[in-house]
Structures are given as structure tokens and as C-alpha cells.
């Protein structure tokens, strides 16, 4: 049996956005037991030149999304980033999931070979399907998602590793 694309992506996504979900519903009880408004959260950041959380999150779903889209040769949803508060962005993982759960192993059949450009800047990135999803997806995927685990401790959260991992098994 050899593995797809499809089998190093959509679980992976999937788990890591389910995670997601869980860690943003532990700032939003831990605002709402210390009685603050969980926007704090939403609009923290590590270093004034960092992107807010809320970019952290809109941008792991993008990644992952955007992913599914051009592997599997269908349209990107387009989001409009508009979320401000923990619940709005739980919203959005939730889109995001939900999009990944239509997109079916057989529409990855060729992604590996299949040519996927992306703008950046004034340029473009050119990969193959798989080193799109090695080299681009998966590191900013799993880098946005830690920035929001990393957000959330700084400002008291109590969060573990198992709580960004998940059920692994």
C-alpha cells in the first residue's frame, strides 16, 4: 500500500484544526473564568512586529484549506478575515473542516506531479503537489498553529503539549 497526498494532508489538517477548535475553547474559558473579554487574546501578539493571533488562526486554516484546494484541483473557498473574537475564529476552523471533509482521496489522484503556483509578493513559489505540501504547507501550517498554542500560554492559558498534539492515536 503506498501512501497518497492525500493520506500525509487531510488527516493531518484535519487533527491539527481539531486541536485548534479545542485550544481556542480553553481561551475562551479561561477569559471567561478570570472575567475578561477573550479579545484580549484575539489581538495578543509575542512582539509588536508579529501578526496578531487572530492572523495566526485565519492563516492555519488558509494553509490548510488552500492545501486541499489545489491538491485535490477544486476551488479555494475564500474567507473574508473578518474575525475578531475567539468564537468567531472557532467559527472559522469549523468552515475549514468542514471543507476539508468534501474533499475525497480520488480527486488527489496525479497531486504529487500536479504544478501549483502560489503569489508571493511581487513573484510566485512553483512547486510539484508534493513539495507544496512538504516544504510550504505543512511548516506554516504547524508554525501558525503553534504561534496560537504559544499566544494563549504567554498569556496564562494552561495548555500542554497533549493539548496542541491531541489524540495522536
Avoid at 475562551?28 to 473579554?37: C, G, P, S, V
Avoid at 512538504?134 to 496560537?148: I, R
Amino acid at each position: 500500500m503506498s501512501v497518497t497526498l492525500y493520506d500525509m494532508s487531510i488527516p493531518a489538517l484535519t487533527l491539527g484544526l481539531t486541536n485548534l477548535s479545542a485550544v481556542l475553547d480553553k481561551g475562551i474559558a479561561h477569559a471567561e473564568a478570570r472575567k475578561f473579554d477573550s479579545i484580549v487574546l484575539a489581538q495578543s501578539r509575542i512582539f509588536p512586529d508579529m501578526l496578531a493571533f487572530t492572523r495566526q488562526v485565519m492563516i492555519a486554516c488558509d494553509m490548510a484549506k488552500g492545501c486541499a484546494a489545489r491538491l485535490a484541483g477544486v476551488d479555494n473557498p475564500k474567507f473574508e478575515d473578518t474575525e475578531t473574537t475567539l468564537p468567531e475564529l472557532k467559527a472559522r476552523v469549523a468552515k475549514t473542516l468542514a471543507f476539508l471533509a468534501t474533499v475525497k482521496a480520488s480527486q488527489f489522484e496525479g497531486a504529487e506531479t500536479r504544478e501549483v503556483v502560489i503569489p508571493a509578493g511581487s513573484g510566485t513559489l512553483k512547486f510539484t503537489g508534493a513539495g507544496y505540501l512538504t516544504k510550504f504547507v505543512l511548516p506554516n501550517f504547524y508554525f501558525h498553529c503553534a504561534m496560537v498554542y504559544a499566544l494563549l500560554r504567554q498569556n496564562g492559558v494552561e495548555l500542554g503539549k497533549r493539548d496542541f498534539l491531541g489524540a495522536i492515536q
